[in-house]
């Protein structure tokens, strides 16, 4: 398997400007979630799905952030409209079990920077 | 709730030596994992090694062991023989029963030759 995917791996934006960012699963990993991780908050979870259902999207910082899983193999986060503070690296994970015995399964990141 | 104290921002350790990271928790729930992920210079996110709350003994993997002292609540990783591969960020997470994870800022590690 080639572990989880997404793209793009680097986004320069400007300020204002809609951005989407893209992850596929592993394939049989029922559950994904989307990270953010920032010098200033670390690493932090803003939503994880179940199954391509969101279960917990309490860690979305405002409305301007959306995530979609609309099956198995893809999950979206967009950012509509994005602001320089969303400058972070955005990380996807996926994994077996919600208990994550054998660790989460990190893509590698995509590099946000909103200008 | 839940929480996560890695005191160390950096640490340095010669290539072949031994080093611990430490990792102060603190949770309410009293069943719980607790993690270590690597993050090399590149930015993946690369797991390591998991201890459950009710294991009796300290995981280990490979060079990789952790040092569960319940009591204390405290969750040590000790890297055996380092390589200068290893140097990387480490962070440590834990999962409660809410099954949402939360991670430390994370120890900078620096192997020297």
């Known amino acids: 398997d080639a572990g989880v995917i997404q793209s793009p791996r680097h986004e320069v934006t400007e300020m204002g400007q809609e951005v989407t960012l893209r992850c596929k699963p592993i394939s049989g990993h029922d559950y994904l979630f989307w990270y953010r991780q920032t010098m200033m908050r670390g690493l932090e979870l803003l939503i994880y799905f179940n199954n391509n259902v969101p279960i917990d999207d309490s860690g979305m910082p405002e409305d301007r952030f959306s995530a979609k899983m609309p099956n198995a193999s893809f999950s979206t986060l967009k950012i509509q409209p994005s602001e320089p503070r969303d400058s972070a690296v955005y990380f996807c994970a996926s994994s077996f079990t919600r208990q994550g015995l054998d660790g989460y399964t990190f893509g590698s990141g995509t590099r946000l920077t909103v200008v | 709730a839940q929480k996560i104290t890695q005191t160390q921002p950096g640490m340095f350790v010669q290539e072949k030596e031994a080093v611990t990271l430490d990792c102060t928790y603190d949770?309410?729930?009293?069943?719980?994992?607790l993690f270590w992920y690597k993050q090399p210079s590149s930015g993946e996110m690369i797991f390591l090694i998991y201890?459950?709350?009710?294991?009796?003994q300290n995981a280990t993997e490979g060079r990789y062991s952790l040092n569960f002292q319940k009591a204390r609540k405290s969750a040590n990783l000790v890297i055996s023989a380092s390589q200068l591969g290893d140097s990387a960020m480490y962070f440590c997470a834990i999962e409660g029963g809410s099954y949402i994870p939360t991670f430390g800022r994370g120890t900078s590690l620096i192997v020297h030759p």
């Open positions: 201890q459950g709350s009710y294991d009796q």
């Open positions: 949770t309410s729930d009293p069943s719980y994992g």
